[in-house]
């Protein structure tokens, strides 16, 4: 079956780095998606890779490793404001995302 | 200017009515799509539209049924409705249905739905 596992909760000090990993199961790929989402809110676009490595955007960075079947988002300097959960998504062969449950971040002063 | 607005944010209703969520997006997008998002917070696709045809039918119970009067808007009706249909329901829209880097979602705030 298709699966996505990623932690359900984390917590972290603002000014810190925290990476959130994320593991998919997929019948074929077509790339993961990295989506925020503030509690009661929409889930907002971060980030989108399909090729193995790293890519940067500002403070947040998200990998991938294709042949692992993993990928992590990084994110430096932590704000208050980055305190969300953040939803891993595969596209399968057909191109339909495959969503985990997403993990709460919790930042401490 | 929102972008993926939809409508009522809050329904509080009895099991066996009927309601609506409406939704509509300014994007000129050629695909939206119903999720429902569990307590659980796992997102599910339900259904989508692109210009006006249904490209996803996931399992869902009959009693669920979009509604696409154009590409900018999809509705979502719900008969009878069950005590396990309380969730959140977000609508979205994306540029085309293929999930390329450049087709990434864009989401309304989502409509919670409490059935009692």
């Known amino acids: 079956g298709q699966n996505i596992d990623q932690p359900t909760e984390m917590t972290a000090t603002e000014g810190a780095i925290v990476q959130i990993n994320c593991t998919y199961q997929t019948s074929g790929f077509n790339g993961l998606f990295w989506y925020q989402q503030h509690a009661g809110e929409a889930p907002t676009f971060l980030s989108y890779?399909?090729l193995d490595g790293l890519e940067e955007k500002g403070r947040f960075s998200s990998f991938l490793s294709r042949s692992k079947g993993y990928s992590y988002l990084l994110l430096k300097e932590l704000q208050m404001k980055d305190s969300a959960s953040y939803l891993c998504?595969?596209?399968?062969?057909?191109?339909?995302?495959?969503w985990g449950a997403g993990t709460k971040l919790i930042i401490k002063p | 200017d929102t972008a993926v607005s939809q409508t009522p944010k809050y329904l509080v209703t009895q099991m066996g009515n009927d309601k609506s969520i409406k939704c509509e997006q300014n994007l000129g997008h050629d695909t939206m799509y119903w999720y429902k998002q569990d307590s659980k917070k796992f997102l599910k696709i339900m259904f989508s539209y692109n210009n006006k045809e249904l490209i996803i039918n996931e399992t869902v119970p009959n009693r669920f049924s979009p509604k696409s009067p154009d590409k900018a808007h999809l509705n979502l009706h719900i008969n009878s409705l069950e005590l396990g249909d309380s969730a959140v329901y977000f609508c979205?829209?994306?540029?085309?249905?293929?999930?390329?880097?450049?087709?990434?979602?864009?989401f309304g705030a989502g409509s919670r739905l409490t059935v009692l």
């Open positions: 979205a829209s994306s540029q085309d249905g293929s999930f390329s880097g450049a087709n990434v979602l864009t």
């Open positions: 890779n399909v």
């Open positions: 998504a595969a596209a399968d062969s057909n191109y339909q995302l495959i």
